[in-house]
């Protein structure tokens, strides 16, 4: 069954530093990996995705995430850190070999990032 | 706006009453989703359809929940009998399945979700 792990329920950085947040994942077969952030009161909004390719993969307000195969991670992370990244993250996986969850996106329990002014 | 729109917001409710909500997913998507977030969690997969047709339902939908999306456009999803532990943000997302698509590599659009208080 596929599954991703947040380590990190929170995470603090000071402004201006670089930042990153933490995923691994869990699947029988290639994922595609997926991150989200929720900002208070708002809904889930997309920022990157890996599907194949480029490691390395580059998103909205300057985001980009890393896929290592041989660690299972998809570890978010941004040079220069902004107050208003303070928001919820999740990293999401789906399996597209699985059986019964090849269309579904596997959400890990996220992690509250903080930018300290 | 044409992101994708969850009513009614917010809904509070008494223990044992039903309770539907309602998703107009962005216009040109086929494919529609049903999640369930509590505090501290990820969000949990409910449901989702393809056109009209529900394709897949997670274990954690019981008997007392029930989505339809019947003309392939708008879904609702009701929930009978309404528990405590039905409390939560339901959240509802869209995304565009391409005809030919190997499979589907696209991300979900997701509303602001419903919450539901049952007390």
Redo the contacts between chains.
Sequence with gaps: AQS?AQPEDQVNVAEGNPLTVKCTYSVSGNP?L?W?VQYP??????LL?Y?TGDNLVKGSYGFEAEFNKSQTSFHLKKPSALVSDSALY?C?V?D?SHQ?G?????????TRLTVIP | DTGVSQNPRHKITKRGQNVTFRCDPISEHNRLYWYRQTLGQGPEFLTYFQNEAQLEKSRLLSDRFSAERPKGSFSTLEIQRTEQGDSAMYLCASTLRRVGEASNTGELFFGEGSRLTVL
Excluded: C
């Design positions: 991703v595609y997926f989200y009161n708002r809904g889930l909004q997309f995705k599907i999740f999401a789906r597209p019964t090849a269309n579904n996106l596997f959400f890990g329990t996220g």
